[in-house]
């Protein structure tokens, strides 16, 4: 097993996770099978009760891990599904040890954070790393990336667990790169001091970073390059530009070009293999078309959904359609705006704020007959907005808003939940098709398995009255309804699932598509 750690220096949010994930697709054009581990230092137990517009999106894994989005972000480039053990933190890390102190199985030694937090967190990096991947066996690299910045107090136990490591393995096994940023001047130039300073912060920890990648808004050159290494002892080779790419699926193209993969290789001595280039094909495809989607919601941050984001991208590059995306904010956007769009989606959410807005889109979609495609709370507001308006119940509404007639309910098994952590209706479930629907021509299968992360469904008492006036249920799980649809209607389509977070750019999502598509077809926008 090859390590590939990825440290970040200056400060946080220079794409370190979009690099490490590019890092590990460079590899696996090579035909190297490639896993990731994501640290997170923050003291919560994982990303589920963290809120989105602070932390960015929950990304929910199949085995139903609420994790930080990179991990999206490595499932995405590197094509392969993780679990809850690849999203380590610092919550999880401090639980195991307090619980085996609690079991006496210290058999009396003081417990300190060196060794046994730095143990925890060595074997803990160890067992995600060497999780067999489909085909029964281990993965060839694992990347290792480090969440925050050198030098916060939170990271220093998993830094120095990492320091260790290297005196653990053979030297060929090990690589650290050092993502940092190398900012402009108000002259234009490109200053390496922070770059420097955060070497130095990585130094007195005891961490060499073996590579260093540069973040700029325009291509380092040879003579910045030259600086830092000079500064940073380490050959011009191994200082690497990563300037601001147009598409995050570019960037393993880009740092393909500076030369790191040859740096790479050589580093953990990989020896040369051919390149398999479809990625680059798939992902730089030329647009001939362009759709306009509205997206309504409460949160005003794309982070908070950039798997959708990203799930329409691929669906569009499949199509050759581009996807604009202009958000909507469900508490003060202008009905007339919706005219404005080839197609309308209402994405997962949780609370009462602001689902009067998403409930009217709904509608308008439903009338207007303009393509929709809605997902989670997305799809319980599509239920609502049918039980109002076509089954003529006026106070509708899902149990999660508070007094009404409870179209969506609370889970029988949710009833007598008290932590909120971890508690949800989380991660893969099979549901099946119903023939004949539109779910079945988009799926071709009878059977399908997606991603979940709620707690409130369909009200059994009002699924055969919602039935009989024309809402189609096209995929269910027992007695849970997972798909519905509107046949007659252009594109009308919402899911209890997300289907978002198993989107690839190899291998777009199905209902995704089928929304891309649709809005291709009734396209008014120019
Ligand atoms: N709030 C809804 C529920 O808990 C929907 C959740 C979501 O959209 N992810 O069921």
């Not at 959708?308 to 590059?317: P, Q, S, T, V, Y």
């Not at 705006?337 to 889109?361: T, Y």
């Not at 989670?376 to 039980?387: D, I, K, N, P």
């Not at 099946?432 to 992360?453: S, V």
Request: glycine residues 8%.
């Amino acid at each position: 097993m090859k390590y590939i750690i990825i440290t970040g220096g200056v400060m946080s949010g220079l794409g370190k996770g979009i690099t490490a994930a590019s890092v590990g697709r460079i590899l696996k054009n090579r035909g190297y099978c490639v896993t990731a581990v994501k640290i997170d230092p923050y003291l919560n137990i994982d990303a589920g009760t963290m809120n989105p517009a602070q932390h960015g999106e929950v990304f929910v894994l199949k085995d139903g891990g609420e994790v930080d989005l990179d991990l999206g972000n490595y499932e995405r480039f590197l094509d392969i599904e993780l679990t809850s053990p690849h999203n380590i933190t610092t919550g999880k890390v401090y639980r195991s040890v307090i619980e085996k102190e609690r079991r006496g199985d210290f058999l009396g030694e003081t417990v300190q954070i060196i060794p046994h937090i730095t143990d925890r967190i060595k074997s803990c990096i160890r067992e995600a790393a060497e999780e067999e991947v489909p085909g029964g066996r281990k993965a060839d690299v694992c990347l290792v990336e480090v969440g925050g910045t050198v030098g916060d107090i939170e990271s220093m136990p998993f830094l120095e667990a990492i320091r260790q490591m290297r005196a653990e393995m053979p030297e060929h096994d090990y690589v650290l790169i050092h993502v940092t940023l190398i900012p402009e001047d108000t002259m234009g130039d490109l200053k390496t001091k922070p770059t420097q300073h955060s070497i130095k912060a990585l130094r007195e920890l005891g961490l060499y970073a073996d590579i260093i990648v540069g973040r700029s808004e325009r291509p380092i050159g040879a003579h910045t390059k030259r600086k830092i290494s000079a500064f940073c002892d380490l050959p011009p080779s191994n200082v690497i530009s990563a300037a601001t790419a147009p598409d995050i699926y570019a960037v393993p193209m880009e740092l393909e070009k500076e030369g790191l993969a040859d740096v790479l290789t050589t580093h953990l001595d990989l020896g040369k293999r051919e390149v398999d280039t479809s990625w680059y094909r798939i992902v730089t495809k030329e647009y001939t078309n362009r759709v306009t989607v509205g997206i309504v919601s409460k949160y005003g941050i794309e982070d908070v959904y950039i798997s959708i984001k990203e799930a329409l991208k691929h669906a569009g590059r499949a199509l050759s359609t581009e996807v604009k995306i202009i958000w909507l904010d469900a508490e003060r956007y202008e009905k007339c705006q919706l005219k404005d769009f080839d197609g309308i989606l209402i994405p997962g959410g949780f609370g009462k704020r602001g689902i009067e807005g998403k409930i009217d889109a709904i509608r308008f979609a439903r009338e207007n007959k303009v393509p929709f495609l809605g997902l989670c709370l997305g799809f319980q507001l599509a239920t609502v907005e049918y039980s109002r308006n076509v089954l003529n119940i006026p106070d509708a509404t899902s149990e999660e808003m508070g007094e009404g007639t409870h179209v969506i309910a609370i889970l029988p098994e949710q009833e007598d939940v008290t932590n909120l952590g971890g508690t949800m209706r989380l991660g893969d479930y099979t549901s099946e098709i119903r023939e004949g629907t539109l779910a079945m021509k988009l799926y071709g299968l009878n059977e399908i398995t997606e991603r979940h992360r709620h707690r409130y469904e369909v009200n059994p008492r009002f699924i055969k009255k919602l039935e009989d006036a024309g809402l189609v249920f096209s995929a269910v799980n027992r007695n849970r309804m997972e798909i519905l649809e509107i046949p007659g209607h252009p594109f009308f389509f919402a899911t209890q699932f997300h289907p978002e977070f198993r989107s690839r750019p190899t291998r777009p999502s199905p209902p995704y598509l089928g929304f891309v598509d649709a809005c291709r077809i009734n396209k008014k926008t120019p």
